[in-house]
């Protein structure tokens, strides 16, 4: 049960995603109970959207991955209650390592935060 996207979790996120060409994409809303700092999104819970955005990409290619690394660099707070898109690219492959870039988008269309990420398959 996916913290991430399960819609039968009851403490998850229910992130719902979609292809758009070579970009998954997804969209979130952070309420009370995701506040890191006053007023903005917990900077783990955004590492959480940029993972799984990420992770979805390779799941829909048919890709069963694991997050091997992450480097997330936060730009600027998420407001709580606004809503943000999220989306994933694949920046290269090699064997069982895949490298993707994630990011989450304020409604002004500035960056929030960015990831890069290596993914190894599993069996
Ligand atoms: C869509 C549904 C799923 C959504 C899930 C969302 C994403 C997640 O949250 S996944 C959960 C978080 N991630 C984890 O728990 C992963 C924990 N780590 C592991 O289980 C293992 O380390 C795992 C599976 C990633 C790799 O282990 P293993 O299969 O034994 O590979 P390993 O032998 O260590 O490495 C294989 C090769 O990759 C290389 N490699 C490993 N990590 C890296 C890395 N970060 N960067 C570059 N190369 C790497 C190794 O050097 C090795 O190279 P070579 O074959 O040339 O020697």
Sequence with gaps: MCFACSPRNPIGLH???????????????????HQGWNGCMHGGLIS????????????RQGI????????TRFSRPVPIGVPVNVESRLVEHKGRLWALSARVILPDGRAAAR????????D
């Design 15 to 33: 992130l719902r995603f979609s292809m758009d060409g070579d970009t998954c994409r997804t969209t979130f809303t952070p309420r009370e109970e």
């Design 64 to 71: 069963s991955a694991m997050t091997a690394e992450m480097t």
């Design 115 to 122: 990831a890069t990420a290596k993914f190894l398959t599993v």
């Design 48 to 59: 959480t959207l940029l993972d799984e955005v990420m992770a979805q990409w390779l799941w």
